[in-house]
């Protein structure tokens, strides 16, 4: 089993490397610092897990669900989230590296000071999320729901935001987190008002 897996390679040190998994439930696994090489996971659950630290390398994630598990300072590298669920888990100071996010739920997930570094997030939900002073290298934001987000301190400079929902963004008063992006003609309609600006048509 999965979860025997990590257990077995958390207390032995060992990385988990080139893993097949489908349908399997993993609960208050410990699995800090632990390494996972090549893991093919497939609709796994996961329940109150400790991946603090933890590292995907060329890892593929296809609709699995995360469920009050923390991934604070882990590192993500060419590695793909497919339809994923990861709703209130925690991933500050999380390192995304060549990854992608393609579609999945992120709400209310808290991925403050991290980092994503030529990657992808296609498709995904990360309505009222933390991404508080998080830096964005060279990634791309395509269809993103970015609703009630909280991206104080995180400049978006650069990123074609006209496909995504950025409606109830938190952002500074002088809306300098959007300086240099792309927007719509509807999107910077709405920002206006929040300059207590009339929009006449």
Do not use: W
């Not at 925690?90 to 709400?107: D, H, M, S």
């Amino acid at each position: 089993m999965l979860e025997d897996i990590i257990t077995n390679a958390y207390n032995d040190e060992e990385p988990v490397n080139d893993i097949h998994a489908e349908d399997e439930h993993v609960i208050y696994a410990h699995a800090e610092r632990l390494d996972f090489n090549r893991a093919h996971l497939t609709d796994c659950r996961f329940e109150n897990c400790d991946l603090t630290g933890a590292s995907f390398l060329n890892c593929t994630l296809t609709r699995c669900t995360f469920v009050e598990c923390n991934f604070s300072g882990a590192y993500f590298r060419d590695t793909v989230l497919e339809d994923c669920s990861a709703s209130g888990c925690g991933f500050t100071k999380a390192l995304f590296r060549k990854t992608q996010l393609r579609g999945g739920f992120y709400r209310y997930a808290n991925f403050s000071d991290s980092v994503f570094e030529s990657s992808l997030l296609k498709d995904v939900s990360l309505a009222e999320s933390a991404l508080i002073q998080v830096k964005l290298k060279k990634t791309e934001l395509i269809s993103a729901d970015l609703s009630k987000c909280d991206i104080l301190g995180t400049p978006l400079k650069g990123l074609d935001l006209s496909e995504c929902n950025i409606g109830g963004m938190l952002l500074s008063e002088d809306l300098r987190e959007l300086k240099g992006s792309k927007i719509s003609t509807m999107q910077a309609a709405e920002l206006i008002r929040l300059l207590d600006i009339e929009v006449v048509i």
